[in-house]
């Protein structure tokens, strides 16, 4: 494998005129002349012409710079180390740790699932934004269900634990100081002024957040006492996690942790659908514990019950069923653009607290600061007698002024029909400060100016290294000496009440687990039976079938690819996906050949990026059909990507081993302004 920083060749968009089919492309003519490409490394148009300020910052210039922002004269490719011991690669972005950068890529991956360019202007200058009309999916909902526990509940977790700590007096010289200065605001009842000049002073003045509230490892500190405990993982293996568990890149344990997080609220929801109730179970049942979990059955599971208790499912006749399941998935999509919001939200007051590069260091710090200046200096010369009598005079007001109120409104929306639009936060005190989201766009198009494309986030089959991360116990305030710091972390007497059995234990087997894996090797039979025929059907010309080719890829077939080609099939014939950046305009090509070098006479297509309209991820198959395979075969299914032309032409690829960097690369080089769908 060549070092990283090598350069690949690449070619531009091949001419109809030279391709196997050249029906697939010839109604893109004339097109390519009013693509929406801006400012590519080619071209010269001003940054003041950027569509959004993602665009005008990747292809801006930017104080500190890392491997992917240093712009050399040659044109070509650069590879930054894709797939390469992430030790080995330099910073690729300046001020920006690597393991920070991979954290947001891959958080990005598991958000993004369809994007639809648009000619509006977006909000706050940021695109990316989540439309309205977003459809509703479980998958959907379990993405933003993780990322509001990766955000909100973390935050408000480590919050309490710092109130935990100032409470128990362990560090007593912090905790005296917070009381000598509330007991004089108190005295001179300056309380709500003394409180606005500490958020000011927390917002303009980082240095202060440290000094104030000294961070400390998350799993470390007891919400009970403030006190050093032993992490619930058994052993301090990460420092952002609730429960401390070892990780083999940041932010990979608070990552699983919001996964089993969902999955535990779906398991106590099925299990409360199925009726699960132990505590009523004979005492010995040597049938019932052979069988396995019913609750993952669901709805069988709840019906399974009222025939064992001696009724009959009233399924067919029961007219309250479906009209109470609509009515719930009806509020699904409400619901599941409420939990985005809120994590949209902390993540923009996030990234206004602490900017990532290449945003501004203090602009959104200021701005925020500015908004409570004037509260401070109106509370400085208000009394609490006044603030109590706007309080109630508000309560008042909301409890009988329903006819003003809503009067109030209709003549707001007749002036100002788009009213509520204009006062979101993210068009007026949190203009410009980017999502998570938009912040990871900003760093592919980063890489994307400057023709070197980030690499993606190193990935290991390997379990993560069950021993303590490193720390510093000196840096720690907690009242606790280093050798109860240190029995903390090590301490593995909660790994094993996690895990049920004793050091040396062999694990114990279950008849269930036998019948289990009958079935398995059952349903593996039939998996890879059914891929045999899809195979026949596939030549017989079946396009289902054709879809249905590649998708199991054999670990020999698993070679790296990118940054330049990608593995792939289209109608069912192997190939490469190859985008090429060094002409004018750049393009996204297929080709039928296996060597990974670009060759005019076996491109079946071509389209300029800047013609591509939307891009949708696809699974390889349905959702339950990857279920069932994923678990029968224990393999990972390559899956597809959507991608739709400025005309409404659709190229459907599949089988694509590397389609998350692939969309990624696709998303972030041209010049479309966004929208998730």
Known sequence: MPTPGYVFKDGGPIPDSELKNPGTSSQLEGTTTHSSIFNTPTSSSSLSSAPTDSHALAYGEHEERGAAQQNDSTGEVKNLGWFEDPTKLPPLVGRLPNEELWTLVRRFNKQMYHVKATSKDPPGALDLNIVDEDEFSPDKLRSNIERLYMTVIIGMMGFGKHIARL?????????????????????LDFIVPTLLTALIVLIVYPPSRTLLFPPAPLALISSKDGGVQSPKAGVLGSHDSATGAPEKYQGMAVEQEAHNFVSGIGSIALSSAAGKHEQGDPQSDPLNNSIPDPTRIATAGAEAKVSAGGGTPNVHHDKTKQPVEDAMWSKMRPIMHVVGDVADGWERFANALSPTPPFPKSASRLKLAGCLVPLL?????????????GMTFGVGLGFFGDPVIWRALDLLNNKFPNWQRLIELRNTLLKGVPTNAQLTITLLRIGEANKAPLPPPPSSDEPPPNRPKSLNADDLTVDASDVEIHDAIHDNSNEQAVSGTEPGEPPKHHHGQHILGFFKGSTKTGVETKLGIDKLRAKAGSTNAKDHLGILPKPSERTPTGPVDFKARFHGAKGRVYISTTNAVPSVSFAQNGTGLASKSDEIFSIPVGDIRELKKLGGFGWKAKLVVGWS???????????IGRNGTVWKL?????RDELFNRLVAIGGQKWESW
């Open 167 to 187: 409470r128990s007096w362990r560090e007593p010289r912090r905790t005296g100081g917070f009381l000598a200065v509330y007991t004089i605001a108190w005295t």
């Open 377 to 389: 200096l109106v509370s400085t010369f208000t009394t609490s007698e006044v603030i109590a009598k």
């Open 633 to 643: 075969t224990g393999k990972t299914v390559a899956d597809g990507l959507e991608i």
């Open 654 to 658: 599949t089988a694509i081993q590397l």
